[in-house]
T-cell receptor
Framework: DAKTTQPPSMDCAEGRAANLPCNHS???????VYWYRQIHSQGPQYIIH???NNETNEMASLIITEDRKSSTLILPHATLRDTAVYYC???????????FGTGTSLTVIP | KAGVTQTPRYLIKTRGQQVTLSCSPI?????VSWYQQTPGQGLQFLFE???????NKGNFPGRFSGRQFSNSRSEMNVSTLELGDSALYLC???????????FGPGTRLTVT
């Protein structure tokens, strides 16, 4: 039972905004959406998370639809170092179990 | 603040042996989770420990076990290693439920 669905791959031109979509139609009312990225089999790196309001930090913005069934991660000015696999995650209750899914492989093109 | 550390970083074992991996969480974090990453199955949850108690467990055989110490450091053990256990094992720590998890660099286990 997939908790999240993401496109397998995307390209983005360097300097442009990268918009990564995620579908989480079965999300429960108190489940947060987390975004992580993984570069070359390093440990996944935390990017941002949110519940229902849009969130922004120094790395990215997270836009969550009003019905909370989908979200979009926005990297405002993509650089070559943003090339990575991006995971949209819903935490599986109870406890702290993350369901990672297959992620989106983002390639930033010079 | 120091990040999550995992030891060893690389390990080569033979089928049938057992292995113990170690994880030191970020100071103050009481939750430690373990994940297995393989090319075929992706990132899969193994188990989570919180205050020395296993709080959650993924769908792995009993050969995979873990524990957490009073200082929140955690170990995972795999007994009777199989070729399919070759993977990157990742540990993540968190301040608690609904907080973000911070991952270590992983331990690359190769079973021959």
């Amino acid at each position: 039972d997939a908790k999240t669905t993401q496109p397998p791959s995307m390209d983005c031109a360097e300097g442009r905004a990268a918009n990564l979509p995620c579908n989480h139609s079965t999300i429960s009312g108190n489940e947060y959406v987390y975004w992580y990225r993984q570069i070359h089999s390093q440990g996944p790196q935390y990017i941002i998370h949110g519940l229902k309001n849009n969130e922004t930090n120094e790395m990215a913005s997270l836009i969550i639809t009003e019905d909370r069934k989908s979200s979009t991660l926005i990297l405002p000015h993509a650089t070559l170092r943003d090339t990575a696999v991006y995971y949209c995650i819903v935490r599986v209750e109870p406890g702290n179990q993350f369901y990672f899914g297959t992620g989106t492989s983002l390639t930033v093109i010079p | 603040k120091a990040g999550v550390t995992q030891t060893p970083r690389y390990l080569i074992k033979t089928r049938g042996q057992q292995v113990t991996l170690s994880c030191s969480p970020i100071s103050g974090h009481r939750s430690v989770s373990w994940y297995q990453q393989t090319p075929g199955q992706g990132l899969q949850f193994l188990f989570e420990y919180f205050s020395e108690t296993q709080r959650n467990k993924g769908n792995f055989p009993g050969r995979f076990s873990g524990r957490q110490f009073s200082n929140s450091r955690s170990e995972m053990n795999v007994s009777t290693l199989e070729l399919g256990d070759s993977a990157l094992y990742l540990c993540a720590s968190s301040a608690g439920v609904r907080y973000e998890q911070y991952f270590g660099p992983g331990t690359r286990l190769t079973v021959t």
